[in-house]
């Protein structure tokens, strides 16, 4: 599969990013349209512990448990779209228990469609297992295989019911936590930015390629195991890990990484958890899954509301199923996102989406850098940085992550963004760090492949250099 | 874009971070607590302040007139004592206590050198691993850190480690206690396994269930299990079953040992 690099953003301007349209819409499934006009909740869900053991257990929760109360309550309360995603867990990469979860969601969409003319889809989210130490690259991992069975996983997905594909790729974990541990933003830059960047066109022109072969949508990347780790450490205002400045400039860096996948072939829509949505959206006007204020069953974070401003699916990351007062985690979860996914589809339907999604955007603006840069005026920005050098995979993360860093500078020095001192100092640290890295890839590569030697598990040749 | 010209965003919603952060500087909030004797006080600042470039000649130096165990708990374990209550200030963040830790065990393996019998003796050893098909480990790569910094002697097994592995382990150690970590609802059911298999064995170790999908109810749901929620509650835990607190006591007195009573 060719790869075709973005070397200009989707829009004239900022103000044509917003919810429910993007510039590729894309459809699938029974009746989905993403981007089209619609914004389309999407419902995530972790089985109970213990469910993996047996093979008819496993798929009982999965479909006649999980997928069955998410589609009677969709019912209930009068969704006219659904699009849930299994996340496998690791157990899933054997036969014997994925199959039968996969095709079973797929039978069980279809039926609700036919019987209720609900649009439904199945997006499968296969795991990446591979660890830098053991190899990333087929034929490396002799302990584990794992390289050999995220191919295999992705075969299993797409030939068995998956509508659209996706995957949370682990390329440059090794020298990301060590960035987030130590406060290393060059770390960052080549871990995720650069060698992240050609794990996942390595991995994913072969997961467009097998998606082609039947006929699945190939929807997206996140940085998960990089951008989010280094979020969610940062946490809120109890929280004393990273600090806030830092983990917004390897967010705006783990954009130009995620784009990866859609400048293999695929189409769109990315995974929710990766909240560079909006900023990979600029670049591509793909449609993007979010996740923000309906997500707090999974975690907190201090822009659930500006994540909705320019999401095209809308999610709750993830719940364990249990009961709850209301019914199933499941059927509360949906409910919580189906009335936000209905504000904001009746905001488009009055003309005053534009509005709606300000209200959302201003909410957060100043709650903290992360959410600073990822409102939509910025996350253009940053965009058309990444776009302005879209060839090189080292000089569009740079400019990412220093677009970023001026952005929210700019606005502690407008008195718009408050900033901690601390916060205050770890940025203007990680600028310095970026301005004084040589200006050319081979020199690049050259100094952090010296300077990271001794990171627990790296190892260049996972990334064929 | 809408007009934001007038709004007062700390009446939508507060930035505790910024009215709350500390105004004195690290250097400032640790006058006080760096030891007295300026050779020691040396050491401490080394660590203090991670410099971990040169705290290998300053340590040198310290042990031409000092004995290597004072070296090591009044210079440089001190140092890390300042490091942890800067943190738990909000002075100091995760990166300082990395960064702190490794400038500690660099000093703390030059003494080591000058001291008899070769190797400071360690509290006790623990056992920390990510649950198996789990790769995720920050979270217990952090924790470890943060437990060899409070003296511990930790065996890192590494992530994705089955249960036949950590309980032979375990059975050939006799650590104080074992962690594990776990990210997914389907890799923590290998708890209560690893529980079992302990006891089965006659073992009756603590074992710390920990991580993003763990919760303390489900970690107490299996005997022999106890819970930590942060890497930096896992030393004040390790200290109590150290003083003689079984997984049963850990669990009732947990309020109060992650409050710091």
């Given at each position: 599969m060719a790869v075709t690099r973005y070397t200009k953003v989707a829009y004239k301007d900022a103000d044509e990013l917003i919810f429910g349209r993007a510039q590729h819409p894309v459809s699938y499934g029974f009746g989905i349209k993403v981007g089209a006009g619609r914004v389309i909740p999407e419902l995530n869900y972790a089985p109970r512990p213990g469910t993996e053991r047996d093979v008819e257990k496993f798929r009982r929760e999965y479909v006649d448990y999980i997928c069955k109360d998410a589609l009677d309550r969709a019912i209930t309360a009068g969704m006219p779209d659904l699009q849930m995603e299994t996340e496998w867990v690791s157990q899933m990469n054997?036969?014997?228990?994925?199959?039968?979860?996969?095709?079973?969601?797929?039978?069980?969409?279809?039926?609700?469609?036919?019987?209720?003319?609900?649009?439904?889809?199945?997006?499968?989210?296969?795991?990446?297992?591979?660890?830098?130490?053991?190899?990333?690259?087929?034929?490396?991992?002799?302990?584990?295989?794992?390289?050999?069975?995220?191919?295999?996983?992705?075969?299993?997905a797409c030939e068995n019911g998956a509508h659209v594909f996706s995957?949370?790729?682990?390329?440059?974990?090794?020298?990301?936590?060590?960035?987030?541990?130590?406060?290393?933003?060059?770390?960052?830059l080549f871990g995720v930015g650069y060698l992240g960047s050609i794990d996942m066109t390595y991995i994913w022109q072969q997961f467009v390629d097998i998606c082609k072969k039947n006929k699945v949508t190939p929807g997206g990347d996140t940085n998960c195991s990089g951008a989010n780790t280094s979020m969610f450490m940062a946490g809120g205002f109890l929280d004393n890990d990273v600090q806030r400045t830092f983990s917004a400039i390897t967010r705006a860096i783990a954009s130009a990484r995620t784009l990866c996948a859609w400048e293999c072939g695929a189409t769109g829509p990315d995974k929710d958890c990766g909240y560079e949505g909006p900023i990979c959206k600029a670049v591509a006007g793909k449609p993007t899954a979010q996740e923000g204020k309906n997500c707090q069953c999974a975690h907190c974070d201090l822009q659930g509301n500006l994540m909705a401003s320019t999401c095209d699916l809308w999610s709750n990351e993830s719940v364990e199923y249990h009961p709850e007062f209301g019914g199933s985690s499941v059927a509360c979860w949906l409910g919580s996102l189906g009335y936000e996914v209905a504000l904001m589809n009746t905001s488009i339907q009055l003309g005053q989406d534009k509005t709606l999604r300000d209200l959302y955007m201003y909410t957060d603006r100043t709650r903290g850098p992360e959410g600073y840069?990822?409102?939509?005026?910025?996350?253009?920005?940053?965009?058309?940085?990444?776009?302005?050098?879209?060839?090189?995979?080292?000089?569009?993360?740079?400019?990412?992550?220093?677009?970023?860093?001026?952005?929210?500078?700019?606005?502690?020095?407008?008195?718009?963004?408050?900033?901690?001192?601390?916060?205050?100092e770890v940025l203007q640290e990680c600028q310095k760090q970026m301005a004084a890295l040589p200006d050319n890839e081979a020199k690049f590569v050259e100094y952090c492949t010296k300077l990271y030697k001794d990171v627990p598990a790296f190892n260049i040749k996972n990334y064929g250099l | 874009m809408l007009s934001s010209k007038g709004v007062d965003f700390s009446k939508i919603l507060r930035r505790y971070d910024v009215d709350q952060q500390v105004a004195a500087t690290p250097q400032e909030m640790a006058k006080?607590?760096?030891?007295?004797?300026?050779?020691?006080?040396?050491?401490?600042?080394?660590?203090?302040?991670?410099?971990?470039?040169?705290?290998?000649?300053?340590?040198?130096?310290?042990?031409?007139?000092?004995?290597?165990?004072?070296?090591?708990?009044?210079?440089?374990?001190?140092?890390?004592?300042?490091?942890a209550k800067l943190y738990a200030e909000h002075v100091y963040y995760l990166p300082e206590i990395m960064l702190a830790a490794k400038t500690m065990e660099i000093g703390i393996a030059l003494a080591e050198k000058k001291l008899e019998g070769g190797k400071m003796k360690a509290k006790a050893t623990v056992i920390m691993h990510a649950a198996e098909g789990d790769p995720h480990d920050i979270g217990k790569n952090i924790a470890a850190i943060m437990t060899k910094a409070a003296g511990y002697d930790v065996i890192d097994m590494g992530r994705d480690v089955p249960v036949t592995e950590v309980i032979a382990k375990t059975?050939?150690?006799?650590?104080?206690?074992?962690?594990?970590?776990?990210?997914?609802?389907?890799?923590?059911?290998?708890?209560?396994?690893?529980?079992?298999?302990?006891?089965?064995?006659?073992?009756?170790?603590?074992?710390?269930?920990?991580?993003g999908a763990v919760n303390r109810e489900y970690a107490n749901s299996y005997d022999l299990g106890i819970y930590s929620d942060k890497a930096a509650q896992t030393p004040p835990i390790a200290d109590k079953i150290l003083a003689g607190y079984d997984w049963k006591k850990v669990r009732e007195e947990w309020d109060n040992i992650v409050r710091g009573d």
């Open positions: 054997q036969k014997k228990l994925a199959v039968p979860v996969v095709s079973g969601q797929a039978e069980i969409c279809e039926k609700y469609h036919e019987e209720y003319g609900i649009n439904t889809a199945m997006r499968q989210t296969i795991p990446d297992q591979r660890e830098a130490d053991h190899g990333l690259r087929p034929g490396m991992d002799k302990k584990f295989s794992y390289p050999e069975k995220l191919i295999e996983c992705a075969e299993m995957v949370e790729s682990m390329g440059g974990k090794e020298l990301a936590d060590n960035a987030v541990t130590q406060g290393d933003i060059v770390s960052f840069i990822l409102a939509y005026d910025h996350a253009f920005m940053i965009g058309k940085a990444i776009a302005e050098h879209g060839n090189d995979l080292y000089l569009r993360s740079k400019a990412a992550g220093e677009t970023a860093a001026k952005i929210i500078l700019d606005g502690y020095n407008s008195k718009e963004l408050p900033l901690t001192k601390k916060q205050l | 006080e607590m760096l030891p007295h004797d300026p050779v020691f006080k040396k050491v401490a600042e080394e660590v203090l302040y991670m410099r971990f470039k040169t705290v290998g000649p300053v340590v040198n130096e310290a042990l031409k007139e000092k004995k290597p165990l004072d070296v090591i708990n009044e210079g440089l374990v001190a140092g890390m004592e300042i490091v059975v050939e150690v006799k650590p104080l206690f074992v962690s594990g970590t776990a990210l997914m609802t389907t890799t923590m059911s290998a708890f209560p396994r690893i529980a079992a298999g302990f006891m089965a064995k006659g073992m009756n170790i603590p074992f710390m269930g920990c991580g």
